[in-house]
């Protein structure tokens, strides 16, 4: 298609946008309150899933070893777990060291514990990370059954509830995303298909004298995309304000090491740019479902 006549599909586009005023605004408008839904669901369901991922990073095997293990068993035991593919990292831990790391997690409670120290009841631990979180349970299961381990501990009842809440989450998340963005879709669509039905007749006859669909469709396509660019913008300043004032003020202000932000940037960013071609989607969809009837003549 030549420059002329993009020139011309913009300049008609435009007037066509400002022609229709109210129509035009309720667009917008309807642009404008689901993108704003869309871009809060998506920042709350991105960053829900990278605590959720955060909360499976953290979860570990604790393997206590017998009391009556020898030091070349243990170093066999050890040997046999590194030696599973989906264990990623191993540590050594001494009762001594699980009998400091209870003293200092008890607080002042934990200084009766001091008095045993000379004859430390604890065992000797591995502490085991797999490289995927959810292949925990299984690994876990598995070296309960190997020789000379006393006890393994990784939250049995709460790590698989934890991993089906995540999932959960992500779907019901994801489904919310794309029924607003079907909801837009379809808004924009019967907006524009009333400005169509207004000019139809001159569509019409545009056909009869032989004007091609790309020339009677063009500034159809215009409008459309600057509605739903219009659409865009206050989505993504609300965003990013509400945005920077919350991660201004949560950041580092919990105990709760979970409850870790994604950066401002560079996801509000990203997010800014999904939203505006967001936008533009909406509405060249909207605007190509409400013309094609209409061009076939």
Request: aromatic share 8%; proline share 3%; charged share 20%.
């Amino acid at each position: 298609m030549k420059f002329k006549s993009w020139g011309r599909h913009i300049r008609e586009g435009t007037k066509s946008v400002i022609r229709n005023g109210w129509m035009s605004i309720a667009s917008i408008g309807a642009v404008t309150v689901t993108l704003l839904l869309v871009g809060v669901f998506v920042g709350l369901l991105l960053n829900i899933n990278e605590m959720a991922t955060q909360v499976e990073r953290d979860v570990e095997i604790k393997v206590l070893i017998e009391v009556t293990a020898e030091e070349d068993e243990i170093t066999e035991l050890q040997e046999t777990i590194e030696a599973y593919d989906a264990v990623e990292k191993l540590s050594f831990s001494s009762k001594e060291d699980e009998l400091e790391g209870l003293i200092e997690g008890m607080g002042d409670e934990g200084q009766i514990w001091e008095m045993i120290e000379q004859d430390d009841p604890l065992n000797h631990a591995f502490v085991v990370k797999t490289a995927d979180p959810k292949d925990t349970e299984r690994i876990a299961q598995t070296i309960e059954g190997l020789p000379h381990v006393y006890k393994v501990n990784y939250g049995k009842e709460v790590v698989p509830k934890l991993f089906a809440f995540n999932k959960y989450v992500r779907i019901i998340g994801t489904g919310l995303i794309v029924g607003l963005v079907l909801t837009a879709m379809f808004l924009i669509s019967n907006t524009i298909k009333l400005t169509i039905m207004a000019r139809s007749r001159e569509i019409g006859i545009m056909k009869l004298v032989g004007a091609t669909n790309g020339f009677i469709g063009g500034p159809f396509f215009i409008e459309g995309l600057l509605l739903g660019v219009l659409g865009s913008i206050l989505p993504i300043v609300l965003l990013a304000s509400s945005y920077q004032y919350i991660y201004t003020n949560l950041s580092g202000q919990t105990s709760i090491s979970f409850i870790e932000l994604l950066p401002f940037n560079p996801f509000i960013y990203q997010l800014s740019l999904g939203i505006l071609l967001l936008g533009a989607i909406i509405g060249v969809w909207g605007c190509i479902m409400s013309v094609r009837k209409f061009l076939r003549v």
